[in-house]
Nanobody, 125 residues
């Protein structure tokens, strides 16, 4: 059973930065695709960024250039560094993982089996 424990988040003004952390069960990142999702009130959950078990990151149009997904050298903690935050980034953020024997990394919420508890990010203008 994979466990994901999130930390970080909070409130910042537009243009500010925040870093989210997701501590995973040992060996999760070497066998699972991991990703960050977010969900704003009244909207569907959407992917923000993903990282394959080989460490290859993938970003969306909205996150590329502003957000960075990474893993610690021990490959236990995954991070999402968010810079130049905008009010439209306000949402509940979740880390997630699913096993990927082939090494691929899809970015659809329904593919992910394990989820963190969520952390709120609020960006004011």
């Amino acid at each position: 059973q994979v466990q994901l424990v999130q930390s970080g988040g909070g409130s910042v003004q537009s243009g500010g930065s925040l870093r989210l952390s997701c501590a995973a069960s040992p060996y999760t990142s070497t066998t699972h695709c991991m990703a960050w999702f977010r969900q704003a009130p009244g909207k569907e959950r959407e992917v923000v960024a993903a990282i394959s078990r080989s460490g290859t990151p993938t970003y969306t149009t909205s996150s590329k250039g502003r957000f960075t997904i990474s893993q610690d050298s021990d490959k236990i903690t995954m991070y999402l560094q968010m810079n130049n935050l905008k009010p439209e980034d306000t949402a509940m953020y979740y880390c997630a993982a699913y096993p990927t024997p082939s090494g691929g990394c899809r970015m659809r919420p329904n593919d992910f089996q394990y989820w963190g508890q969520g952390t709120q990010v609020t960006v004011s203008s």
